[in-house]
Nanobody
Framework: QVQLVESGGGLVQAGGSLRLSCVAS????????MGWYRQAPGQQRELVAD???????NYADSVKGRFTISRDNAKNTVYLQMNSLKPEDTAVYYC?????????????WGQGTQVTVSS
């Protein structure tokens, strides 16, 4: 079992920045996939960015050049730096981890943090 706690959301004007944090309740050294998803009202949850254990990065086209995902294994934390925010970035942002352990696949979600970008 892994608990994920997100923080850093809030209300910001368009063009502003926020940094989201997701702290895991256990070491993330063996967790290969860590990602941020978002879900806007009436929309499906979508992948925003992810980072693998060997540092490979992946971004949705809509956030490339504006968002940066990173991880700090020593702090069991994954971050999402969001710059040049747009109203369409408004959503609940969720942290997700996915890994294999003991022959089984494990997938966990955080509770989400609200990001609201005003125009």
């Amino acid at each position: 079992q892994v608990q994920l706690v997100e923080s850093g959301g809030g209300l910001v004007q368009a063009g502003g920045s926020l940094r989201l944090s997701c702290v895991a309740s256990r070491s993330i050294l063996s967790i290969n996939f860590m990602g941020w998803y978002r879900q806007a009202p009436g929309q499906q949850r979508e992948l925003v960015a992810d980072i693998t254990g060997d540092g490979r990065l992946n971004y949705a086209d809509s956030v490339k050049g504006r968002f940066t995902i990173s991880r700090d294994n020593a702090k069991n934390t994954v971050y999402l730096q969001m710059n040049s925010l747009k109203p369409e970035d408004t959503a609940v942002y969720y942290c997700n981890v996915d890994f294999w352990r003991g022959g089984a696949r494990h997938n966990y979600w955080g509770q989400g943090t609200q990001v609201t970008v005003s125009s």
